[in-house]
């Protein structure tokens, strides 16, 4: 906490980790400052001693609030639910928090670890695109047969306007980074409806738009909005 008591969010803009609990912070209003760690900058600023301290991980978000120090951006959200309910981000019915769980957890776990920098690094450059494609791709649509049955389908059962149902959740804060990260890694989304759909309705919202990676303290110049 800073000497105002406003949280601190340590945040990469491109992270769509970071972007899930910047969208978290907006809904909630909670007012914070926004310490930046640039992922690439000086070798990655994330491997820096200093906050290596705060994130053995080597990862964003940490979310410093309430006297205490949170990684995982999942993690962070479940907090900020807790201590901080409205608007809810985890509905009270527990088959529609078991579906917006599965879905943040899909895209979370299934998803988005797969793409990130840390492992395309390792793939190399020449293989970085069409391996970025693969893992998204094979999130969205089950390849064996070449149908929606993976996030798409789910979705097609759940969703109402949002991911699950008529209220933006946990899953709604993971599905639209994923879709910014499937446009940036040129995924062709026209077979994918469902999220599109709700994809173009989330980012009509306010939290979502100042949230997002071209409006942030970090955002290069030529990104900017």
């Known amino acids: 906490m800073t000497e105002s008591g406003k949280p601190i969010l340590y945040s990469y803009f491109r992270s769509s980790c970071s972007?899930?609990?910047?969208?978290?912070?907006?809904?909630?209003?909670?007012d914070h400052e926004t310490i930046t760690i640039n992922l690439i900058k000086d070798g990655g600023q994330q491997f820096s001693k200093e906050f290596q301290a705060l994130n053995p991980m080597k990862q964003v978000p940490v979310l410093k609030i309430d006297g205490i120090t949170i990684g995982q951006s999942l993690a962070i959200i479940e907090y900020l639910e807790e201590t901080r309910?409205?608007?809810?981000?985890?509905?009270?019915?527990?088959?529609?928090?078991?579906?917006v769980r599965m879905i943040s957890d899909l895209i979370a776990s299934g998803i988005q670890p797969l793409q990130n920098l840390s492992i395309l690094e390792q793939v190399g450059q020449e293989n970085q695109l069409t391996w970025a494609q693969n893992v998204v791709t094979s999130g969205f649509t089950d390849y064996s047969r070449g149908l929606p049955t993976a996030l798409e389908r789910i979705l097609q059962s759940t969703a109402g306007q949002?991911?699950?149902?008529?209220?933006?959740?946990?899953?709604?804060?993971?599905?639209?980074?994923?879709?910014a990260n499937a446009e940036r890694f040129k995924v062709?989304?026209?077979a994918y409806p469902t999220i599109s759909r709700i994809n173009k309705t989330l980012l009509s919202?306010?939290?979502?738009?100042?949230?997002?990676?071209?409006?942030?303290?970090?955002?290069?110049?030529?990104?900017?909005a």
């Open 205 to 224: 919202l306010e939290a979502f738009q100042v949230s997002h990676p071209c409006r942030q303290p970090d955002t290069p110049a030529e990104l900017r």
């Open 85 to 99: 309910p409205t608007p809810r981000l985890l509905p009270q019915d527990p088959k529609k928090k078991a579906s």
């Open 188 to 190: 062709d989304l026209t």
């Open 19 to 30: 972007w899930r609990v910047r969208i978290a912070l907006a809904l909630k209003g909670i």
């Open 162 to 179: 949002y991911c699950v149902g008529d209220e933006v959740s946990m899953a709604d804060l993971c599905l639209v980074p994923q879709v």
